[in-house]
């Protein structure tokens, strides 16, 4: 699977938009990007993925660009709860495929 | 999102002794699961891949005689540590692979401690 880097860690400030950007520069065209969140001391929770379009649901939006090699999750309205370790993983969508954790980006929310 | 429960969600046990922690998917079938350990202050890190009615594959430099997995049903997988050692002391979390949409759901984690 494609290596992703991310910032170690960010602050932004509740209420509003979060940026959390990935570079994927060495995605294949098979790969997806799936990103989840781990909130201290829980599992990771599944926010979004996408392949090659901008993908939305209740949680996040997602934008790849047009050459795939990075993306960036956007949290529309931050609030405390959203507090936690922002992991960005690149694989294929294949049945059983495993998921390789990095560093991941600590997001805090500010008040 | 489907929801994936682990039992017991904290241990406490002696040296010497074999802890079993459970793994369900509650709203999917799942035939593929997965084991993660996580140290404190690191990511997670895989385990072991486990298909519904076979063999687990361990990843490198797991003990596949340490780590007992067994995936006997499409809702069910659990761990085993045998012999566990204060070095085994860990936060240990379990996904499991929905068919429909190829993604992984996470459970909340056992944390051990193994004294």
Redesign the interface.
């Known amino acids: 699977d494609a290596k992703t880097t991310q910032p170690t860690s960010m602050d932004c400030a509740e209420g509003r938009a979060a940026n959390l950007p990935c570079n994927h520069s060495t995605i294949s065209g098979n790969e997806y990007v799936y990103w989840y969140r781990q909130i201290h001391s829980q599992g990771p929770q599944y926010i979004i993925h996408g392949l090659k379009n901008n993908e939305t649901n209740e949680m996040a939006s997602l934008i790849i660009t047009e050459d795939r090699k990075s993306s960036t999750l956007i949290l529309p309205h931050a609030t405390l709860r959203d507090t936690a370790v922002y992991y960005c993983i690149v694989r294929f969508k294949a049945a059983g495929n495993k998921l390789t954790f990095g560093g991941g980006t600590r997001v805090l929310v500010k008040p | 999102?489907a929801v994936?429960s682990?039992h017991p969600s904290w241990v406490i046990c002696k040296s010497g002794t074999s802890v079993k922690i459970e793994c369900r998917s509650l709203d999917f079938q799942a035939?593929?699961m997965?084991w993660?350990r996580q140290f404190p202050k690191q990511?997670?890190?895989?385990m072991a891949?486990s298909?519904e009615g076979s063999k687990a594959t361990y990843e490198q430099g797991v003990e596949k005689d340490k780590f007992l997995i067994n995936h006997a049903s499409l809702t069910l997988s659990t761990l085993t540590v045998t012999s566990a050692h204060p070095e085994d002391s860990s936060?240990y979390?379990c996904?499991g692979?929905a068919?429909d949409t190829?993604?992984?759901?996470?459970?909340?984690?056992t944390?051990l401690t193994v004294l």
Do not use: A, E, K, W
Request: charged fraction near 5%; aromatic fraction near 18%; hydrophobic fraction near 35%.
């Open positions: 999102g994936v682990q035939t593929t997965f993660y990511s997670l890190m895989l891949t298909n936060f979390i996904s692979l068919g190829d993604t992984q759901y996470f459970g909340p984690g944390r």
